[in-house]
């Protein structure tokens, strides 16, 4: 297992992040995909997957867009179908792939099977286990879980909470646990960014994936976003988190226990905040 890394230099952060219609970057992203599907034309992909295939070059929202341009100018062909107990699915191929459907109706079944509510709940919980196990190993103390009031100071705007609080060397982290392919929505990340802001906490989100722009937010702010890269399966989805990997090329992993690699990146930007307030 793979992990990201969170030292993003400082120049990267100089460019804000671009607007749903900034064009030429969309363009761009639109001949990468139709390369891609060109070069794969007997393949069918979905949405979301190619959002994560191309997350190293293209914010989630620039790849939607760039498909939907592509979609829309029929240079590939898409579908957008029903995906039971849980949405809708959309699905792009190459115009001339005869045999779309059957490709479309086994990735179906796949993408349901870690759709569905019961999954996506132990998605979530598996991802706050092992941020409960990890982090006092290195001696983060949990101060609380599922937090709208701390230390006398409360958050009155919305129902939103934070997952848990920490502490280390008297310095308090507000946090947020996403273990999910998608990134957290724009409206979320910057109440839990007002949150922590209230509550009187240094924010730490801990994630498969954020845009640079939020981690750059967090920059400006004193926190911290420690990217995992991969999604973690629950114990016991061994053979679907490899079933997932091998067909869909998806980052997901059933791992045993975070790595020390992370937690050392970890604690070099808490030394640094640290060393900050002294």
């Known amino acids: 297992m793979n992990n990201a890394s969170d030292d993003w230099p400082e120049s990267d ?5 671009p607007e749903l219609h900034h064009d030429s970057k969309v363009d761009e992203a639109s001949e990468k995909l139709l390369a891609h599907i060109q070069g794969n034309r007997d393949e069918v992909f979905y949405e979301m997957q190619l959002e ?5 070059d293209y914010f989630h929202w620039i790849t939607t867009k760039a498909l939907a341009q592509l979609r829309n100018s029929r240079r590939i062909g898409s579908s957008l179908e029903i995906l039971r107990d849980v949405g809708r699915i959309r699905f792009y191929f190459h115009i001339r792939n005869r ?4 490709k479309a109706a086994e990735i179906r079944k796949l993408v349901e099977k870690f759709s569905r509510p019961a999954f996506t709940a132990a998605l979530g919980n598996q991802g706050e286990m092992f941020v409960d196990a990890a982090l006092p190993s290195v001696g983060f103390v949990p101060k609380a879980r599922n937090v709208r009031a701390f230390a006398g100071f409360s958050w009155e705007e919305t129902k939103h909470d934070l997952d848990r609080v920490f502490e280390k060397d008297g310095v308090l982290y507000g946090t947020e646990i996403k273990n999910r392919l998608s990134y957290i929505s724009r409206d979320e990340f910057h109440i839990k960014l007002r949150m922590c802001e209230t509550l ?15 981690v750059y937010e967090l920059f400006k702010r004193g926190g911290f ?15 679907l988190s490899a079933g997932v990997r091998a067909r869909l090329q998806l980052p997901v ?26």
């Open 13 to 17: 952060f100089d460019a804000p992040e």
């Open 52 to 56: 994560v295939l191309f997350e190293d």
């Open 99 to 102: 045999y779309w459907k059957r």
């Open 200 to 214: 009187h906490l240094r924010p730490l989100f801990i994630a498969r994936m954020m845009p640079r722009s939020y």
């Open 225 to 239: 976003a420690l990217l995992m890269k991969y999604q973690f399966y629950p114990f016991g989805a061994e053979t």
């Open 253 to 278: 992993d059933c791992p045993k226990r975070l790595e020390d690699g992370t937690l050392t990146r970890l604690l070099n930007y808490h030394h640094r905040a640290a060393g900050n307030l002294r």
